[in-house]
Every structure is written in C-alpha cells, then in structure tokens.
C-alpha cells in the first residue's frame, strides 16, 4: 500500500475510525457480536458462547451494543417475559468487516497471545 491510497483521509476520519475500532475492539465486544453471528438469541445462549465473562458484564456489554445500533432487543410480553436479541444490519455489517483481521489474527497467531 502506498501513502496516496490513504491521502485522502482527514483527521476527522481518523478520529471517527479511531472510535469504531474501540468499539470493535472493546474487550468481550466482538465476541458477543460473535455469538450473535452464530445464532444466539436469548441471554443464556450468550453467555454459553461467550466463555469467561460474567452476568454483570454480558449485560453491560450488550446494552452498549444495543445503544450503538449493533443488537437489538425484542421483548415479548408473554408470562414471564421473554426477551431475545439479535444483530441489526450494522452489526452484520461489522461482524463481515472483522473477518479480514480474525483472518490476520491467525496468520500471526505465533506472535500473538491470548490476553
């Protein structure tokens, strides 16, 4: 890649890129979208496919995605109530744009380690 393919990008693209690969990269996040892309609907499939995170933060997290337009939430008013979540078109959208970096992840698994 040259330097001219990226000229054209000011530093307010910068900073906007900046905060979507925060969200992206945000611990747990992709993960959860992850989760969402293989099917999961309902909290309990969530954290099932989610190893190691925590009902509190599984909560919080998805409140962020679902404020972010990532997952949205359906709450069907049955006794008792049942609520599933699923990906919007934007997180669609992210979990296809992420593929190129799980890709790279692999590639370069010998460098990297698990945090």
Known sequence: MSDAEFAHIDDEECRRFQVSAELAGRKWN????????R????????????????DR???????ELEAEG????DVQPTTPVSIAYELTA?????????HPLVNWSKARAERTELR
Do not use: N, P, W
């Open 90 to 98: 934007s997180g669609r959208q992210l979990i296809s744009l992420l």
């Open 30 to 37: 992709a993960a959860i979208l992850l989760a969402g892309a």
């Open 57 to 63: 933060m599984l909560t919080a997290r998805i409140k």
């Open 39 to 54: 099917g999961a609907r309902r909290f309990s499939e969530y954290r099932a496919l989610v190893s190691g995170i925590s």
């Open 70 to 73: 990532l997952i949205a939430r």
